[in-house]
């Protein structure tokens, strides 16, 4: 099947969105559209110096585009191999990997949606976000939230790209939380769970989409059903 095939991407660009987390830029070789749903992960093969073939799964943060490109949003792992050997990339290397995969993908009708990440969990949420907000049918009449838990101020990735699309859309809300922040941070501090029933009130007739470590992910998911949501409504995606 073609989503099973050996692609080929060549890196665009590459930026630092901390001292650790790279945003990366791919165009994809010799398909004539690369397409895939905001949400999905791709997997990307490469070989070790002694000749081990290694793969990792990586959330695409970008929405689907007409120019068959796609980003990551990596953490250099400490001993990681390939996040070390993909955040090291110059520009005009190629990578090869195989997909679209995965199910964490936006669920039709559209609701009033809080999305909650950590880390680079943010990446397929910046997909989705951003797939959603290009087009008013898409989004018009409903409100989304996004709760965004990151330890320091410098680690909230994306943090100038949201707080646009706050200004340009009414109906999106931007909610950074540090577990660490300094004296100087305004904003929300703790962990993501302590500020979720606080954006869903008493509602249960909303979607949730989770993306981070999985202590995270149980921790809102545990929190919601409690609030009485039907585990339908929680989307979720591990990434540990």
Not at 145 to 159: A, H, K, P
Not at 169 to 193: A, D, I
Request: neutral net charge; contains cysteine; glycine residues 8%.
């Amino acid at each position: 099947m073609a989503q099973f095939q050996t692609m080929t991407a060549r890196l665009l660009s590459s930026r630092p969105l901390s001292d650790y987390t790279k945003h990366l830029e791919f165009e994809v070789k010799g398909v004539p559209r690369f397409g895939f749903v905001a949400g999905q992960w791709l997997s990307v093969k490469t070989n070790t110096p002694d000749g081990e073939e290694m793969t990792r799964a990586y959330s695409i943060a970008s929405p689907p585009s007409e120019n068959n490109r796609f980003a990551f949003c990596l953490n250099r792992v400490h001993d990681g191999f390939m996040s070390n050997h993909l955040c090291k990339l110059a520009e005009g290397a190629e990578i090869t990997f195989q997909g679209p995969f995965g199910s964490f993908i936006l669920r039709p009708p559209m609701r009033d949606t809080v999305f909650i990440a950590t880390g680079t969990g943010i990446a397929p949420l910046r997909s989705m976000l951003h797939w959603l907000l290009a087009d008013r049918e898409r989004h018009l009449g409903h409100q989304f939230s996004l709760l965004f838990g990151v330890r320091d101020e410098q680690d909230i990735y994306y943090r100038e790209e949201f707080e646009r699309l706050v200004a340009d859309h009414p109906n999106f809300h931007f909610l950074p939380t540090l577990s660490r922040g300094g004296p100087e941070w305004k904003g929300l501090r703790g962990y993501v769970q302590e500020h979720v029933p606080g954006i869903v009130a008493d509602r249960t007739d909303m979607h949730a989409y989770i993306c981070g470590l999985d202590k995270m992910v149980s921790a809102n998911r545990e929190l919601l059903k409690s609030l009485g949501w039907d585990r339908k409504a929680i989307l979720y995606e591990k990434y540990d």
